[in-house]
């Protein structure tokens, strides 16, 4: 049975994966936060959204392009049709599911206040610069933001000042501490003695520039969709924040963008711990479909596995990488130097929330071969978490001693 085609606007109470008909999929927990048309009997059930890898991607990549985070996305916007579909057994029953076809986030109040934004610059070049007040008369340096507040004041809200538009052009976008490329959106203006320069968001709160890392999944897909092998594609990303242009900075996440149209990437997105977890492609490139995902993760026909290559350090000792690959958890042994201590209860949550945001934990667990069985060596943490998030397989990186 099919009702008709609805949309719903609300935000997400849980995220889990989970697959139907062999393909993986969002199932993702719905708290509606403006009424809608649903059908009778249908408008106080709880609503579960099913939404494929690809659906995912752009929603999450929706959300952080306007600087906000899943955590607090509370407009998502989902059409699509009420089925009435099999769930596995470890879903909720009696909810009203809703097969997604298209998801939005750029809600009305922010298109308004974007248009209101880019009004105000146009007419900003015959505004004076905002006077600022500082909170220390004996300091030698304060810091002013774009938007012509100084930082100790927030509730001082502006369109970027021609102090900023004039100092950006003076160096160039370049920040001059860290030597960052910078958009006049996110640079803050530092007095020091009888100087203004531009510093970026980091130096501004006296932070160094993370050291960025793409992960294997998104490596590959890179690698898949450009065609490059996946050491190419990893300098590509790792190197993109550095040589382009911080253009946006959210609570939880940067963005990064590249005037260069020869460039097949666009634009970059990375947490302010350095982990890339998305990037835009240009118009016209053939991006390759995250079909056969696992926990975020992507696989297509260019990934090299590499067996046998790469080495690590377990407290100390080295150990010889013999594979990556996944394993069902009760394949995995766990010795009872882990079972006698249970990590706090903090760092575990702490991988959970990581699993719900991203769909994959933050690194594989680490398995030593003992004849025919695999014993946890490190991620003790992880593999806790992957249980209590019903995962049935984790991401495994298998090793032996390197002097075995």
Known sequence: MVLPAIRIKGKPTSI??????????????????????????????????????????????????VGDSLNNANDIIIEG?????????????????????????YKEEKREKVKKETAERKNENN???HSHSHSNPNSNSSTTSATGSTTNDASVKKAISTEVIELHKKYEGV???????CDKKV?????????????????????ERPKF??????????????????????????????????????????????????????????????EIFNVNFRKGIEVKKLSESNNGSWKNKWVNKRVGKGRLFVKNIEYRIIDKTELPLEEIQIPDAFLEHTPRREKIEEKVQYYNQYQ?????????????????????????????????????????????
């Open 16 to 65: 889990k994966e989970i697959t139907l008909k062999n393909q993986d999929m969002i199932a993702m927990g719905f708290e509606e936060t403006s009424s809608s048309d649903l059908p009778n009997g249908l408008s106080n059930k709880e609503k579960l959204i099913l939404m494929d890898l690809n659906q995912w991607q752009e929603l999450i990549q929706s959300i952080v392009s």
């Open 81 to 105: 049709e009420i089925k009435e579909i099999k769930l596995p057994d470890d879903n909720p029953k009696g909810v009203a599911t809703i097969v997604c076809s298209k998801t939005e986030y």
């Open 127 to 129: 505004i004076e610069p």
């Open 175 to 181: 920040c001059q501490n860290c030597g960052q490329r």
């Open 187 to 207: 640079v803050y203006i530092k007095e020091l003695k009888d100087k203004k320069i531009i510093v970026c968001p980091d130096c501004n709160k006296g932070k």
């Open 213 to 274: 890392k793409a992960r294997k999944g998104i490596v590959d897909w890179v690698a898949g969709t450009l065609e490059l092998d996946p050491r190419e594609a990893r300098k590509l990303l790792e190197n993109f924040p550095v040589q382009y242009a911080m253009v946006a900075m959210g609570s939880q996440s940067r963005v990064y963008w590249t005037w260069d149209k020869e460039l097949k990437i666009d634009t970059l997105f990375a947490s302010h711990n350095g």
């Open 360 to 404: 994959q934990l933050d690194k594989s667990v680490i398995v030593v071969k003992k004849g025919d069985k695999s014993e946890l060596l490190d991620g003790y943490t992880r593999y806790i978490a992957s249980k209590e998030l019903n995962l049935k397989k984790a991401k495994v990186v298998i090793v032996e001693k390197a002097d075995s």
